[in-house]
């Protein structure tokens, strides 16, 4: 829904450890187009971050700064919250 929005920040996803069968079906079920998601196989992203926990919501800037890392599900206020403190970050 906020991924749909005009002029939206993009919202992109990454399934990690899971083959890529199980990720389309997933998709296909719940209607959600594949086009903003990766396949992490090696849960290299999890390593990077330092995320032990799923699901797991980062926040990043237009420059590439991680501003918050949220670990566990998010509210419609939280998620609110990440993507203007990611849009303010200068």
Do not use: M, W
């Not at 990454?14 to 959600?32: P, T, Y």
């Not at 919501?57 to 670990?71: E, H, K, N, R, S």
Request: proline share 4%.
């Amino acid at each position: 829904a906020v991924a749909s929005r005009p002029g939206e920040v993009p919202i992109l996803l990454a399934d990690q450890g899971e083959a890529q069968a199980i990720v389309s079906g997933f998709l296909g079920r719940e209607n959600i187009g594949a086009r903003h998601v990766a396949l992490d196989p090696d849960r290299g992203l999890s390593q990077a971050l330092k995320v032990a926990g799923y699901p797991a919501t980062a926040f990043v800037a237009g420059d590439g700064t991680i501003v918050q890392l949220q670990l566990g599900e998010l509210s419609r206020a939280a998620l609110a919250d990440g993507i203007e403190l990611a849009r303010k970050h200068r």
